[in-house]
Nanobody, 126 residues
Framework: QVQLAESGGGLVQAGGSLRLSCAASGNSFSTYAMGWFRQAPGKEREFVAA????????GYADSVKGRFTISRDNAKNTVYLQMNSLKPEDTADYYC???????????????????WGQGTQVTVSS
């Protein structure tokens, strides 16, 4: 099992940057694939980025490709989301999620992840 806690959200102007962190507690972080999701006001939760247990990229949402970077440091039990060139439409609550990597899975679907953090709010002003 793993427990997740996000941090690093805040208020920034359009064009600015933020780095979100997701710290995991537990003994098996390095065995989990990790994902980032977000939920904007009035909208459904959507996929942002995901990464393998090894650190290999799984994929990005088209809306963030070229602007966001997901990475992980298994020695620190932490996954990161570097967000650059932020836009007002990036405003959302951001969540990290973990899934035991047992083979092929749909990493873009939140329903496939078994563990979730509490979320951190990102607000981008125009």
């Amino acid at each position: 099992q793993v427990q997740l806690a996000e941090s690093g959200g805040g208020l920034v102007q359009a064009g600015g940057s933020l780095r979100l962190s997701c710290a995991a507690s537990g003994n098996s972080f390095s065995t989990y694939a990790m994902g980032w999701f977000r939920q904007a006001p009035g909208k459904e939760r959507e996929f942002v980025a995901a990464i393998r247990q090894s650190g290999e990229l799984l994929g990005y949402a088209d809306s963030v490709k070229g602007r966001f970077t997901i990475s992980r440091d298994n020695a620190k039990n932490t996954v990161y989301l570097q967000m650059n060139s932020l836009k007002p439409e990036d405003t959302a609550d951001y969540y990290c999620a973990a899934r035991g990597e047992l083979g092929y899975f749909n990493y873009r679907s939140g329903g496939t992840y078994g563990y979730w953090g509490q979320g951190t709010q990102v607000t981008v002003s125009s």
